[in-house]
């Protein structure tokens, strides 16, 4: 039989289903009073539900609840090995399994509160950025018991039913370095139903002992994965005894299979290729689950508001990290905020100007403004808007320039109204629509990387990758184009390659003021991405060429053209330094313990020499340099910056 239990004006009732039909039990049963009874008795009253005169509810019409809405305890297992050792590959960790995986079956306690019925919408656990389900089956428990055989537990075992074990993966990094189980990361929902089957409906999928149902998950309409339950590699009946040992087992208790392999998003996470993933949920992402025999669940994924956020302890033992002062003279107070450059023109600046601590801008015009690229995440942005609304309410956003494809200046660009049209450079639309999704960026804050960890902590933990649909421009250009803003000219340049593939400024010729982006770091060291470091070094001579007296970096405090001359003479350095080593014969590794950094060793962030002298190698002598991705490269500034 199959069993569901649905919402009336009354409150819940349990049915037995028929075809398409739901037979209702007598108003006041419940299912779990039902099952603690017994297979036997709970046929019997499914029989007398199908004989009785009350009218039957269709299916199509019923609001499913999960079959058992509230049950006394649920325990996740993980009965399928592969799919732990997937996850560690995932990771970059070896497949290989510790001995006492293979010893006694693993489960940990979910939450009874957080069961969701099998079409319930499910909110994003709060602060979570790579949220994540997994298709599971479920045994549920009859009439209780203790100390059982594996034998016993199967006859104890009243029905099946899906399991979605919905989970936070950033979350559960966070919290893995207690070693005291999950917490946050797994206890946001859990999806039972859509019916409780018992398990003679099950019988013509039964091979060797085992049930062999095909398993199949899908997002968004595109399969993620697919299996089947008969490569368990614990059997419900041994999880359910060693969970029986010295414990008294409830009717409904909930016992979660573990994760068929292959059906969730992480298993199919590639440090190496990570375009080739999927992505993580989002909102308004549609979940799908189907198991042969038990049916299939279907919901959307909602998004959540942010967590309040609680201040860490002092650690007595942490290093305290180096002080970070941008020593750069400003030609303003290098303060955060709205600041004024020119008549009707605004730098939003974020010190201290290092990773993700990025500029904007905003021009103003009669009845209309254009913002000079958005920030690294929603919160900055919405902070950085609602600050410019005392000037856009009178000269509403109808212009967004984005200057290059980083993300700590196009994250927020999801935020802007859909009336406001954003730009950029055809090379920077390129780029955007193969970049890293933001979400991935959450690595830097949960995933331990060894030694390099508190580096990555320390420059990206302020940041929130959260909810992100990075929004594309939607209009390119290529070399220049004039906008009219409002009666006021506007000149935007694509400068690059050079720090990207496409390096855009915005030029405001009558308040005399320069947006130069990332072609300008103040104080702070430069990175080249890109290139050719003779492109962007021809990029400050155009900057320079413009005449502008006030330049507002993507990176630092407000300058004038000396602080162009200053970006032109690293680079310089950067090539000197780079040449002579290379003429020497040394190796790229070998240039990095070498390099003299001479007056420019204490802008902030030094250590991305790393990546310089690799670009700089990589057009001296590009068979000999190795081409290493970004991750790699940060992972070697990390261990410049610590040593």
């Known amino acids: 039989m199959r069993w569901v239990t649905y919402a009336t004006s009354t409150g819940d009732r349990t049915g037995v289903l028929s075809e398409d039909l739901i037979h209702p039990a007598p108003p006041g049963v419940n299912l779990i009073e039902l099952i603690s009874q017994g297979a036997d008795e709970l046929r019997a009253a499914g029989e007398a539900a199908l004989a009785s005169g009350e009218r039957p509810v269709p299916l199509a019409g019923a609001m499913l609840r999960a079959p058992i809405p509230r049950p006394p305890s649920v325990r996740d297992c993980l009965c399928f090995l592969e799919h732990m050792r997937n996850c560690q590959h995932a990771s970059g960790a070896p497949r290989t399994l510790k001995d006492t995986w293979y010893e006694i079956p693993a489960f940990y306690f979910a939450s009874p509160a957080t069961i969701v019925g099998p079409y319930d919408d ?6 979570s950025a790579w949220f994540d389900f997994e298709l599971e089956i479920a045994a549920i428990i009859g009439p209780g018991g203790r100390d059982l055989t594996p034998e016993q537990a199967e006859q104890h075992i009243i029905g099946y039913t899906i399991y979605n074990d919905w989970s936070a993966r950033d979350l559960q990094l966070r919290e893995s370095p207690m070693a005291i189980g999950q917490a946050k990361g797994k206890d946001g929902a859990t999806t039972l139903g859509p019916f409780l089957v018992t398990p003679d409906e099950l019988a013509p999928w039964r091979r060797g002992g085992r049930l062999a149902l095909r398993v199949e998950a899908k997002v968004n309409g595109r399969t993620i994965g697919s299996g089947r339950t008969d490569a368990m590699d614990w059997s419900f009946g041994e999880v359910v005894s060693y969970a029986s040992r010295g414990v008294d087992l409830l009717p409904g208790d909930v016992f979660g299979s573990g994760t068929v392999p292959g059906c969730c998003l992480v298993e199919h996470l590639s440090l190496t290729d990570p375009a080739s993933f999927p992505g993580w949920l989002r909102d308004g992402d549609v979940v799908e689950l189907a198991v042969d025999g038990l049916g299939a669940t279907r919901q959307t994924v909602r998004g959540s508001a942010a967590p309040y956020r609680l201040a860490p302890r002092h650690n007595p033992d942490r290093r305290p990290p180096r002080p970070r002062v941008n020593r750069a003279p400003s030609r303003l107070p290098y303060t955060r905020g709205l600041h004024e450059v020119g008549a009707d023109v605004w730098a939003w600046l974020l010190p201290d100007g290092g990773y993700g601590w990025s500029n904007a801008g905003l021009i103003a015009g009669d009845g209309a403004s254009l913002l000079v690229d ?12 609602a600050a410019m609304r005392l000037v856009t309410d009178r000269h509403p956003l109808t212009h967004a320039v984005i200057t290059h494809a980083d993300g700590d ?15 950029a450079a055809a090379a920077t639309c390129n780029e955007m629509r193969h970049e890293m999704p933001p979400e991935m960026l959450t690595a830097t804050q949960v995933v331990d990387i060894g030694p390099a960890t508190p580096y990555f902590r320390e420059r990206f933990g302020a940041f929130d990758f959260s909810g992100i649909r990075l929004r594309l421009p939607d209009r390119s250009y290529e070399g220049e184009l004039i906008l009219d803003v409002g009666g006021r000219e506007v000149r935007v340049m694509d400068l690059g390659p050079a720090h990207t593939a496409a390096d855009s400024v915005v030029h405001v010729p009558d308040a005399d003021v320069l947006f130069a982006g990332d072609l300008l770091f103040v104080g702070c060291t430069p990175i080249v991405w890109s290139g050719p470091i003779s492109g962007w070094i021809a990029a400050c001579d155009q900057l320079i060429a413009t005449g502008a007296a006030t330049i507002v970096p993507g990176h630092g405090p407000v300058t004038d053209p000396d602080g162009v001359r200053a970006v032109r003479g690293y680079l310089a350095h950067v090539v000197e330094q780079a040449d002579a080593a290379h003429a020497e014969g040394l190796s790229f590794s070998e240039a990095i313990e070498k390099v003299d950094l001479g007056e420019y060793a204490t802008w902030l962030d030094a250590e991305r020499i790393v990546v310089n002298l690799h670009r700089r190698y990589r057009e001296l002598a590009p068979a000999a340099t190795p081409d290493l991705d970004q991750l790699t490269l940060l ?5 410049r910056h610590l040593s």
């Open 122 to 127: 499910v909110p994003i656990s709060p602060g």
């Open 374 to 385: 958005t920030l690294f995440d929603l919160p900055l942005t919405a902070e950085m808007l």
């Open 409 to 423: 200046h196009t994250h927020g660009n999801q935020l802007l109204a859909e009336s406001v049209e954003i730009i």
């Open 635 to 639: 992972a070697m500034m990390a261990e």
